[in-house]
């Protein structure tokens, strides 16, 4: 008789299977769950609507192209190598010139021979005033970058529909075209309402403190407090998130603070002397590794603060994936974070930054260096303080043979203004009249800028200048070929008479 096969006993018991069966079932389940839930949250986000109403907008003459033009010939530098009061003071006059009824009907203040200070009445003084902002100065064109500008830095050509100079973009085009949205208003028989203010530093560059920091300490011992300011750090940007089709106008509810750090290493006597023997490291080697270690160590990056605002109101029109990711940052954080940090400009908004401008050390290729020093610059988002950030130093840096300071005096950042006051709303919605293709929401500026000299003056600050920018004109900020369109400009001097009638009304 054949042999019976025997029986394959089971490789699980019937109950654990049963029970796995269960639990699949049940991660399936929850893993679908989960999945329904974030795209219920994907398809929920949504941003705050702008109403916009129609608006006849201004005509703005041609010759303002011109006027901007002519200021741009002023070599208004700000430095204190090649400082020339004079250059200030003839721009000054040019300004007077150019701008007869606004020097006429407005109040104006000179501060340390070169800033600018205007008040211009309105009918209630009672009213909260406003203030807005610009800067006369501009950096240095260093020689060596001259022969490659297409037109002379200096000498405010318009060309091929561009008006070319230093200060074109940064940023005698806000006091210019301040200047002309108050003269057109001024033809027109235009009054506000509040008292508007204007300041006008001549130091921005170099830190502003005998510009807008005296003009604030001025106003400050006046009693004067702003409904709100208005400086640059925001402008329109195209292609600024992958993705994102229509351009987009970051208002800057907040600004970065500022801190350097000085690194050093000092070497004794006995690891000195000739190269030829050298120790282990040297005092170069010792630093190089301390900086090695904090460009692979960077400050934490984050969601918290204007960041996360800009995204909530950039989300809802990306593509479905990215609005996903977005939508479900908190469960998503490493992905997301990863991502964005791939573009700098976004990698600034999203962590303090850490960068490496200066290193010292050495003096013959044939001796041992027994000393060098760094200088790493951070710029500190909402939520960092200069001494946590050197807390972060020492902690990555742990070396005993590095000293690790703080250098100057370092800022922290500005508090977070409103993006839900009627202010930013109206600036949004401007924005809106003029293009109504561009998305507007709060950002982080990643610069310094004078308005840190007037905390305490106001709630809310915005920094923003309506200024069209691709990623190749940023580049052209402190660069070589800066130029703003003429398009560009009579938009801009447009958006502040807008802002002139709409934000001093009743």
């Known amino acids: 008789m054949p042999k019976e096969t025997p029986r394959r006993r089971p490789f699980l018991p019937p109950r654990l299977r049963r029970w796995l069966v269960r639990l699949f079932l049940f991660l399936l389940i929850g893993l679908l769950l989960v999945i329904g839930v974030m795209t219920w949250r994907t398809l929920a986000l949504s941003s705050d609507p702008i109403s916009i109403s129609r608006v006849t907008l201004p005509t703005i003459d041609q010759d303002a192209a011109e006027r901007l033009a002519g200021a741009l010939r002023f070599r208004t530098v700000a430095s204190p190598a090649v400082f020339d009061p004079a250059e200030f003071q003839k721009l000054h006059e040019y300004l007077e010139t150019n701008f007869p009824r606004v020097h006429a009907e407005l109040q104006r203040e000179v501060f340390a021979e070169c800033s600018l200070l205007y008040r211009w009445p309105g009918k209630d003084s009672s009213a909260t005033p406003i203030l807005l902002m610009s800067h006369l100065d501009v950096v240095p064109v260093p020689e060596s970058e001259e022969p490659r500008w297409s037109h002379d ?111 050093s290493v000092e070497l004794s006597e006995n690891e000195r002397g000739h190269s030829s023997m050298p120790p282990p490291q040297t005092a170069v080697g010792i630093l190089a590794a301390a900086l090695s270690k904090l460009e692979a160590n960077p400050l934490p990056a984050s969601f918290s603060g204007p960041v996360g605002l800009m995204l909530e109101h950039i989300g809802p029109h990306l593509p479905f994936t990215q609005r996903f990711a977005i939508a479900n940052r908190d469960v998503l954080k490493p992905l997301v974070i990863s991502s964005l940090s791939q573009s700098r400009s976004l990698n600034a908004l999203l962590r303090t930054t850490t960068a490496l401008t200066v290193v010292k050390g050495g003096h013959a290729e044939n001796s041992l260096p027994g000393e060098a020093e760094a200088l790493v610059n951070f710029r500190l988002k909402p939520g960092d303080t200069p001494d946590s950030v050197l807390e972060h130093v020492r902690k990555v840096v742990d070396d005993k043979r590095v000293r690790c300071e703080l250098r100057g005096e370092p800022t922290a950042a500005s508090y977070v203004s409103d993006h839900q006051s009627e202010d930013f709303k109206r600036i949004a919605r401007i924005v809106r009249q003029l293009d109504s293709e561009v998305l507007v929401s709060p950002g982080l500026a990643v610069v310094a800028t004078d308005s840190r000299h007037y905390e305490g003056l106001t709630e809310n600050t915005y920094r923003f200048l309506p200024l069209r920018l691709s990623a190749d004109d940023l580049k052209r900020i402190h660069g070589v070929d800066e130029r703003i369109s003429v398009e560009n400009y009579l938009e801009f001097v447009q958006f502040f008479v807008l802002l002139l009638q709409d934000a001093t009304a009743t």
């Open 153 to 263: 830095p200096w000498g405010g050509e318009i060309v091929d529909g561009f008006i070319w100079g230093r200060g074109a973009l940064d940023v005698k085009c806000g006091v210019v075209g301040m200047l002309e949205a108050v003269e057109h208003l001024l033809k027109q028989g235009f009054q506000p309402e509040c008292d508007v203010y204007f300041a006008f530093g001549h130091d921005e560059e170099i830190g502003g403190q005998n510009g807008n920091e005296q003009i604030a300490v001025q106003l400050r011992g006046r009693g004067v407090r702003f409904r709100f300011v208005m400086d640059e750090g925001g402008v329109i940007v195209s292609n600024a998130i992958p993705g994102l089709e229509s351009p987009l106008a970051l208002v800057a509810v907040a600004e970065k603070g500022y801190a350097t750090a000085r690194l």
